[in-house]
């Protein structure tokens, strides 16, 4: 039984090594994935700013075409204001004018707000311009140094994929069987016993299957968490 629990700890291994190279994997593509959204943010508020300033923009506009209205009635308020003639034209075309000035100041101030506006969005777009060209700057050589990277991971990949079956294969079929079962369950299936205590789960060996597991006669499951329990003599050899 003792090729039987190497082959175990052999086959553990490889899936450790699998493992890892899965988690590399994922750990490329989150990277990429977190600066494409970073990207992503950046360009959508760019495009929100410009939608603002075309809309700042339409509204200042149309304020300072009232306002050249606004100064042709003025005058013409002020030739009829002249002509008055009596108290209460005057009156009238007083208050006329009144009013214009008023819209005038309103509009004026409005005109005043939006070109302020204007130009603090103008300096908020080169602001992230400049980010949003560096970070897809980075973006691009990000993707590139990743493809490299995935390529030489996931050829590896193969490699151990392949070793890892042949090993697979030095396993008894039923052993392979629930190998696979705890594996798919546990994400690993094969624990340490270190003084009586199952270094996967941590929990207590009874002593007389610690013993049984000691004597390595049969492959043994860990009654708590069903990994396959290698004695000492197996994970270190040279002692
Ligand atoms: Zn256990």
């Known amino acids: 039984m003792r090729e039987q629990l190497l082959a175990l700890d052999e086959l553990a291994k490889a899936d450790l090594a699998q493992r890892q190279i899965d988690v590399e994997l994922a750990e ?51 030739k009829l204001r002249d002509g008055a003639r009596n108290a209460r034209e005057l009156e009238a075309t007083q208050r006329a004018l009144e009013e214009l000035k008023r819209q005038k100041e309103e509009r004026t101030a409005e005109a005043a707000r939006l070109e302020a506006q204007i130009t603090d969005t103008r300096t908020q777009i080169a602001r992230h311009e400049t980010e949003f060209a560096a970070l897809n700057d980075e973006l691009k050589a990000e993707t590139a140094q990743s493809a490299e990277r995935s390529a030489a991971l996931q ?75 290698l004695p000492p003599s197996i994970t270190q050899p040279s002692r």
């Open 28 to 78: 490329i593509e989150s990277g990429l994935s977190a600066l494409r959204e970073a990207v992503n943010r950046i360009g959508s508020i760019l495009a929100q700013e410009r939608r603002d300033i075309e809309a700042a923009e339409r509204l200042r506009a149309s304020h300072l075409a009232d306002l050249e209205g606004i100064a042709e009635k003025s005058q013409r308020s002020s």
């Open 155 to 229: 050829e590896s990949r193969k490699e151990s994929q392949a070793a890892r079956n042949k090993l697979s294969l030095a396993v008894a079929a039923d052993l392979r069987g629930k190998y696979e079962m705890v594996f798919r369950r546990r994400g690993s299936a094969v624990a340490e016993v270190q003084q009586g205590i199952c270094r996967a789960c941590n929990m207590g060996i009874p002593p007389q299957l610690y013993n049984q597991v000691l004597g390595a006669e049969r492959v043994y499951q860990c009654p708590s968490c069903q990994r396959f329990l």
